[in-house]
């Protein structure tokens, strides 16, 4: 349930989902993802959601901002504001 959670809160925040590309650091069999199209995208900002999102940028030699991984501050902090908001409006604002 986080996915639609997350897009709520892009949603709220204003945050174009348009303006945004997402990159699993791993497959749905569990393998690695190749790191070479992310760098071809050539990112303004790249930004990790958990620990192993930024174990994954920092093994490829990607600079990242670690944010806590959706589903963490969904259950666990709820009540606060996603810290990773902020960061993607200050990232999307023409």
């Known amino acids: 349930g986080c996915a639609p959670w997350l897009a709520g809160q892009l949603a709220a925040a204003r945050v174009p989902e348009a303006a945004l590309w997402w990159v699993n650091a791993v497959d749905a069999a569990g393998r690695a993802t190749d790191p070479d199209p992310l760098r071809a995208l050539r990112p303004r900002a790249t930004l990790a959601l958990g620990w192993a999102a930024a174990a994954w940028c920092t093994r490829n030699g990607l600079a990242a ?7 963490h501050h969904k259950r666990f902090h709820h009540r606060e504001p996603y810290p990773l908001l902020e960061r993607l409006r200050e990232l999307t604002r023409c």
């Open 65 to 71: 901002e670690r944010f806590t991984n959706p589903q």
